[in-house]
């Protein structure tokens, strides 16, 4: 049992690649249907802490967070849509106090970052003597940095983890933590295990992993009633896609939320729907969507 009343410092060190993958996999795929909380992953990591270290929670404290990624440029984000979407998750980050630190994305996708993360985490472990390193990564090229701030005496967590999905390709895609990554760390931990848990479905620790509320574009409570459209989807893109109504309007946007008795995983390019109108933030969407590759269904708007 360790008695000191020393605090014992943490640093945390994101793959914001991996994380946001993660945090996808939970919004689009998972039960949970809701985004990975940056507070809540700070409070859990506060929690494991104490218990694997035995110390009381009020000792153990967070000095450094920093979270590595590369980025698309203002215009590529912007073409994209995206733009906002990074600038709002931006404001998230330095709400909570973590330091940023981007490199330019190139046409094949992230270079150097992983280098970088390495760097500055065993610089930083050197220079701020944390008691406890924590990697939010899954990266088996991330072994090298584990080996060596074991050297210096550091504890390692490595927060990672597994899961599977079908992309918006049909595809069947798998992420898995590096066992090697897993197996040098002095407290690895696989974070869909701990979720999935039985026995702590109701911790409030894991529940607070979890935005309070889940993302949806409209709620489809508040919508008002309106005519029964007809259209085609043109575009599937993970958790939403877009629909072009027969009508010839512009394209709507759609969330997986909204479909009625239908998995978006099993919705297609080309599937006949059936939708009611209704507005959201950026403007109009479909709600209420059923597909209707054959006949039409009972009408969606109240007679």
């Given at each position: 049992m360790i008695t000191n009343t020393n605090l014992t410092k943490i640093g945390i060190f994101y793959d914001g690649n991996f994380?946001?993958?993660?945090?996808?996999?939970?919004?689009?795929?998972?039960?949970?249907?809701?985004?990975?909380?940056?507070?809540?992953?700070?409070?859990?990591?506060?929690?494991?802490?104490?218990?694997?270290?035995?110390?009381?929670?009020?000792?153990?404290?967070?000095?450094?967070m920093h979270y590595f990624r590369g980025r698309l440029t203002a215009y590529d984000a912007q073409a994209r849509d995206l733009l906002l979407k990074e600038r709002i998750f931006d404001d998230i980050l330095m709400k909570e106090g973590v330091i940023t630190h981007y490199l330019p994305m190139s046409p094949e996708g992230e270079k150097g970052i992983d280098v970088w993360l390495a760097l500055e985490a065993f610089e930083l472990a050197i220079f701020k003597k944390y008691d406890v390193i924590v990697l939010i990564a899954s990266d088996g090229d991330y072994l090298p940095l584990t080996r060596k701030l074991n050297t210096i005496g550091a504890r390692v967590m490595v927060l990672g983890c597994d899961f599977e999905y079908m992309d918006q390709y049909g595809n069947h895609r798998v992420t898995k933590t590096s066992q090697a990554l897993l197996d040098n760390a002095t407290y690895p931990i696989l974070i869909n295990e701990v979720i999935d848990d039985p026995e702590r479905h109701d911790d409030q620790i894991v529940r607070d992993l979890f935005v309070k509320e889940k993302y949806r574009p409209v709620d489809a409570a508040k919508t008002k009633p309106g005519e029964d459209q007809s259209g085609t989807v043109v575009s599937i893109q993970?958790?939403?896609?877009?629909?072009?109504?027969?009508?010839?309007?512009?394209?709507?946007?759609?969330?997986?939320?909204?479909?009625?008795?239908?998995?978006?995983?099993?919705?297609?390019?080309?599937?006949?729907?059936?939708?009611?109108?209704?507005?959201?933030?950026?403007?109009?969407?479909?709600?209420?969507?059923?597909?209707?590759?054959?006949e039409f269904p009972p009408r969606l708007t109240p007679q």
């Open positions: 994380f946001f993958h993660v945090s996808n996999y939970y919004l689009y795929d998972h039960s949970r249907q809701s985004r990975i909380s940056i507070n809540g992953v700070h409070q859990f990591i506060i929690h494991e802490v104490a218990a694997r270290e035995e110390r009381p929670v009020k000792n153990c404290k967070i000095v450094d993970g958790g939403y896609g877009f629909i072009r109504p027969d009508e010839g309007e512009d394209d709507l946007f759609f969330h997986y939320g909204d479909l009625v008795d239908m998995d978006i995983n099993r919705l297609t390019v080309g599937d006949r729907v059936m939708f009611l109108v209704s507005s959201n933030k950026k403007g109009p969407c479909a709600v209420r969507i059923v597909v209707r590759n054959g």
